[in-house]
């Protein structure tokens, strides 16, 4: 896997490669194989890059860099499918994406596997919290997955406002 790190409003973030057409990696901070981000890598990773200085610019609402998660169960997999249908700005509690999946007990099995989600940002498990709305969990800790959403909440409130 190649990997860049980019500056954001949450830290230095690496990017990686899964395939040579595919994201397969966020890694909050920097990852040990990083190198400094230069357009001119592959494609994909130029890509992956000026969508989410878009995004943390209040500029993009949706990616559409192509993903290719390595691993994870099946169960896991359809977790991440599931949370990349959540909309931007939208918030989607474990317990209704367990109860979508047909086992509304496995609230705390989507949490593990949003934690283990490998493309966290472009695969948004910050939009996950729990019961209530209530800020729980995030991998890239509470701090990250609040400014995500504040993030998100100002964009959305704009663009519905100014509409």
Not at 3 to 26: Q, R
Not at 36 to 52: H, K, R, S, Y
Not at 129 to 140: D, E, H, L, R
Request: aromatic content about 8%; glycine content about 16%; some cysteine.
């Amino acid at each position: 896997m190649r990997w860049v790190v980019i500056d954001s409003p949450i830290g230095e973030l690496s990017v990686g490669t899964g395939s040579a057409d595919a994201v397969g990696g966020v890694h909050f901070g920097r990852h040990p194989a990083a190198v400094e981000f230069a357009a001119g890598g592959p494609a994909v990773l130029d890509e992956a890059v000026v969508q989410l200085r878009a995004y943390f610019a209040g500029e993009l609402t949706a990616f559409s860099v192509p993903l290719r998660a390595p691993g994870g169960s099946g169960f896991e997999r359809a977790v991440w499918e599931r949370i990349a249908r959540v909309p931007y700005g939208e918030m989607i509690t474990y317990g209704e994406i367990a109860t979508g999946l047909g086992d509304a007990g496995a609230a705390r099995a989507v949490g593990t596997a949003c934690n283990r989600n490998p493309i966290p940002v472009l695969v948004p498990c910050h939009r996950v919290v729990g019961a209530g709305g209530k800020m729980v969990g995030f991998g890239g800790g509470l701090a990250r997955k609040r400014v995500l959403l504040e993030l998100e909440a100002r964009v959305a409130l704009q663009r519905d406002w100014s509409g």
